[in-house]
């Protein structure tokens, strides 16, 4: 029997290595790939399948779904959009140049490899496109301007991927994770020294105490739940017969989720601004 298959973005750590691993001891042909050769170099180690994919680079998608099609004879089962960053600063210290980068990699870049891998799934008449959004894809954080942005896009475009999409057997579905233990702090941390003019911010005071949180890390967050949890809500949104088209990860998000449906806006943005007064 011929197992199914999957390519997976921003397999170096986290929910997406978790989620290549586990996929493989489940049976499923697993392409992992990685922004970086030497990440995929440590991943054909363990016995993945891994070769190199970056949304920011359109030849690497082209070379990365041509390698797939020709390991498989041209179909794949499913898709996990996974790979993205965040920028964490103040609306108003956000770079242009910075937001072009983050929509490249975390909205333009999912696009592109979903388009490329369509027409797979149409010839087979069947696919999972699986999107990895955010609880800050459904409500709105400080300092999350740039990756709020990109979150809520990809719920409104996989939204619209599902209603183009129906009768064709294939189904784009979104996994909503609050936080998850992984390396997204630490890169986000660099991203943040990279990006923001922090010292010449009308909010320099503020951004002192984010660099202390960064640099004094003590542990997970209260609610944090290991990249395992985003892998089996994944599970079952690939073997599922009908999968939902919204999958939560994690209480905050469950929290979220209601709250958005029930409070009105001033009482919600009460809540998100911690008892802050307007």
């Given at each position: 029997m011929i197992p199914k298959s999957i390519l997976i973005t921003g397999c170096s750590s986290g929910i997406g290595l978790d989620a290549a691993r586990t996929l493989r001891a489940r049976g499923w042909r697993v392409f992992a790939t990685c922004r970086a050769e030497a990440d995929c170099e440590r991943l054909r180690a363990e016995g993945l399948e891994s070769f190199r994919l970056d949304y920011d680079d359109v030849a690497s998608l082209e070379a990365a779904v041509a390698e797939v099609a020709k390991r498989t004879g041209g179909t794949l089962d499913a898709l996990f959009n996974n790979g993205a960053f965040a920028i964490p600063c103040a609306f108003e210290d956000l770079p242009r140049d910075a937001f072009r980068a983050i929509l490249e990699t975390n909205l333009i870049g999912y696009h592109d490899l979903t388009c490329r891998v369509l027409p797979m799934m149409r010839a087979q008449g069947h696919g999972r496109i699986v999107n990895n959004s955010s609880i800050l894809g459904m409500v709105g954080y400080r300092w999350r301007t740039a990756y709020v942005a990109t979150k809520f896009a990809l719920e409104g475009i996989?939204?619209?991927?599902?209603?183009?999409?129906?009768?064709?057997?294939?189904?784009?579905?979104?996994?909503?994770?609050?936080?998850i233990t992984t390396k997204f702090r630490d890169n986000s941390a660099l991203q943040f020294k990279r990006w923001v003019k922090w010292e010449t911010s009308?909010?320099?005071?503020?951004?002192?105490?984010?660099?202390?949180?960064?640099?004094?890390?003590?542990?997970?967050?209260?609610?944090?739940?290991?990249?395992?949890?985003?892998?089996?809500?994944?599970?079952?949104?690939?073997?599922?017969?009908?999968?939902?088209?919204r999958y939560y990860v994690t209480m905050p998000t469950h929290i979220m989720g209601i709250a958005r449906r029930i409070l009105p806006v001033r009482a919600l943005d009460w809540v998100l601004a911690g008892g802050k007064r307007a």
């Open positions: 996989t939204d619209v991927l599902r209603l183009e999409l129906r009768g064709t057997g294939i189904h784009p579905i979104l996994i909503e994770p609050g936080p009308p909010r320099r005071d503020e951004y002192k105490e984010v660099l202390a949180r960064f640099e004094n890390a003590t542990g997970p967050d209260r609610f944090e739940l290991p990249a395992s949890a985003v892998t089996q809500k994944l599970i079952h949104a690939l073997e599922s017969k009908r999968p939902k088209a």
